[in-house]
């Protein structure tokens, strides 16, 4: 079992910065790719970032690229907290950010296993 928590949310003007937090707790955490997703009001959830377990390969979705930056830290075999840092955001970037663990490197839903609750993310015009 995998257990995972987001902070970090909040409010922000446009062009600004977060970041958020997904602290990863459980048996064998470390061997886990964490995803980060988000969700805006009336749409489906989509894909941001995906980093592997060793912090070595990321695969970064478009609306994301170059603006944000995903990090890992493999404290030990059972915590890992994994970063995602966020700059000059958007009003579209508004959103419920979620993390979530997977088996593979992959940038679908349907391929992770655990959520995370989510934390709210909202940048104003």
């Known amino acids: 079992q995998v257990q995972l928590v987001e902070s970090g949310g909040g409010w922000v003007h446009t062009g600004g910065s977060l970041r958020l937090s997904c602290a990863v707790s459980?048996?064998?955490?470390?061997?886990?790719?964490i995803g980060w997703f988000r969700q805006a009001p009336g749409k489906e959830r989509e894909f941001v970032v995906v980093i592997s377990w060793n912090g070595i390969s990321t695969i970064y979705a478009g609306s994301a690229r170059g603006r944000f930056t995903v990090s890992r830290d493999n404290v030990n075999f059972t915590m890992n907290t994994v970063y995602l840092q966020m700059n000059s955001l958007k009003p579209e970037d508004t959103a419920v950010y979620y993390c979530?663990?997977?088996?593979?490197?992959?940038?679908?839903?349907?391929?992770?296993?655990?959520w995370g609750q989510g934390t709210q993310v909202t940048v104003s015009s």
């Open positions: 979530a663990a997977t088996a593979v490197v992959a940038s679908t839903l349907a391929e992770y296993d655990y």
């Open positions: 459980g048996r064998t955490v470390s061997r886990y790719n």
